[in-house]
């Protein structure tokens, strides 16, 4: 108790003290472990309630309701007279139309939510009920999600009836048989080494420059061009006109630095065309560009964003 006073900075009458200095010690004491005791108390009493609301979350967690597999839809066992069927043994059903008007080509990042099902009704996966939509490159799902999401359009929602041969063809533990999904594509973007539509040729908007080069301006910039003696940093994919991706700095990670004067005359020139901070598309002439000397042969087409000059 004394030791406790101290560090209370409280200091009690000696035990040697006189008849009425005990009993003012007695009571020092009652009064100081009645005191003692509630201060404590409290502290009890905050702690317990602490740890009653840390108990209530967490049972209030554990008791959250878990999302249940979604219903299988009616026509889960086979498609129904109305739905569309290709030639690969398919067959879809829109069940949304959408608003966007472009489809996704094999090589574009698409977004979806999707729920799938086995024809007895079992769902075995979906993005709907991990509350979280799913982004990735078409060409690296099952072959009939490919061709069924190339079919659809932003918005739009889908049935897909994938048959085993375009599903999991009998792979040791995935679902087998033919596959039912519900795929709605919520986005499409385009894979930065995917070629341009307008690849085999330059479209009636791009400029045409009297040395042959042609430039179509994809983003604007607002910073300073470069000149001739200029370093640059870009990021850039090349293409010959059949769609032949040949370089990019893109799936590298690392952008190019150079300067201006030491590449290709169809750079060299577009490159000064641009500001900093924009993203142009060139057809670069084969005298522009390797002049026949070397492959890649012909026309060849470059995406360039131009990142800094300096």
Same mark, same amino acid.
């Given at each position: 108790?004394?030791?406790?006073?101290?560090?209370?900075?409280?200091?009690?009458?000696?035990?040697?003290?006189?008849?009425?200095?005990?009993?003012?010690?007695?009571?020092?004491?009652?009064?100081?472990?009645?005191?003692?005791?509630?201060?404590?108390?409290?502290?009890?009493?905050?702690?317990?309630?602490?740890?009653?609301?840390?108990?209530?979350?967490?049972?209030?967690?554990?008791?959250?309701?878990?999302?249940?597999?979604?219903?299988?839809?009616?026509?889960?066992?086979?498609?129904?007279?109305?739905?569309?069927?290709?030639?690969?043994?398919?067959?879809?059903?829109?069940?949304?139309?959408?608003?966007?008007?472009?489809?996704?080509?094999?090589?574009?990042?698409?977004?979806?939510?999707?729920?799938?099902?086995?024809?007895?009704?079992?769902?075995?996966?979906?993005?709907?009920?991990?509350?979280?939509?799913?982004?990735?490159?078409?060409?690296?799902?099952?072959?009939?999600?490919?061709?069924?999401?190339?079919?659809?359009?932003?918005?739009?929602?889908?049935?897909?009836?994938?048959?085993?041969?375009?599903?999991?063809?009998?792979?040791?533990?995935? &679902?087998? $048989?033919? /596959? #039912?999904? !519900?795929?709605? %594509?919520?986005?499409? @973007?385009?894979?930065?080494?995917?070629?341009?539509?307008?690849?085999?040729?330059?479209?009636?908007?791009?400029?045409?420059?009297?040395?042959?080069?042609?430039?179509?301006?994809?983003?604007?910039?607002?910073?300073?061009?470069?000149?001739?003696?200029?370093?640059?940093?870009?990021?850039?994919?090349?293409?010959?006109?059949?769609?032949?991706?040949?370089?990019?700095?893109?799936?590298?990670?690392?952008?190019?630095?150079?300067?201006?004067?030491?590449?290709?005359?169809?750079?060299?020139?577009?490159?000064?065309?641009?500001?900093?901070?924009?993203?142009?598309?060139?057809?670069?002439?084969?005298?522009?560009?390797?002049?026949?000397?070397?492959? &890649?042969? $012909?026309? /060849? #087409?470059? !995406?360039?964003? %131009?990142?800094?000059? @300096?």
């Amino acid at each position: 108790m004394k030791k406790l006073f101290a560090a209370l900075g409280l200091t009690p009458i000696g035990s040697n003290a006189s008849g009425a200095g005990r009993a003012l010690n007695r009571g020092w004491n009652w009064c100081s472990r009645r005191w003692i005791s509630r201060l404590l108390g409290k502290a009890l009493l905050m702690k317990t309630t602490l740890l009653g609301l840390v108990f209530l979350l967490i049972a209030t967690l554990a008791g959250a309701e878990t999302p249940g597999p979604i219903p299988a839809p009616a026509d889960v066992a086979e498609p129904p007279a109305e739905a569309e069927r290709t030639a690969s043994g398919l067959a879809t059903k829109v069940i949304e139309a959408g608003e966007g008007r472009a489809h996704p080509s094999r090589t574009d990042l698409v977004k979806i939510d999707y729920t799938g099902w086995t024809t007895d009704g079992k769902m075995f996966d979906s993005s709907v009920t991990k509350g979280k939509p799913s982004t990735f490159r078409l060409d690296r799902v099952l072959p009939g999600m490919i061709e069924g999401v190339q079919l659809m359009v932003t918005g739009e929602t889908r049935r897909l009836w994938i048959p085993e041969a375009l599903a999991n063809q009998g792979a040791k533990g995935k &679902p087998a $048989g033919t /596959l #039912v999904y !519900e795929v709605k %594509l919520i986005a499409i @973007e385009r894979s930065p080494t995917a070629p341009p539509p307008d690849v085999r040729s330059p479209p009636d908007e791009a400029e045409k420059m009297g040395s042959g080069l042609a430039y179509l301006k994809l983003k604007p910039g607002s910073g300073k061009h470069p000149s001739r003696r200029s370093s640059v940093t870009v990021n850039y994919s090349g293409w010959t006109t059949d769609g032949k991706l040949f370089d990019s700095s893109v799936p590298r990670g690392k952008p190019a630095t150079f300067r201006v004067d030491q590449v290709i005359e169809g750079w060299t020139e577009g490159l000064q065309m641009m500001a900093e901070g924009e993203k142009a598309r060139f057809w670069i002439p084969e005298p522009l560009a390797y002049k026949g000397e070397r492959a &890649p042969f $012909g026309m /060849l #087409v470059f !995406e360039i964003e %131009l990142l800094k000059v @300096e």
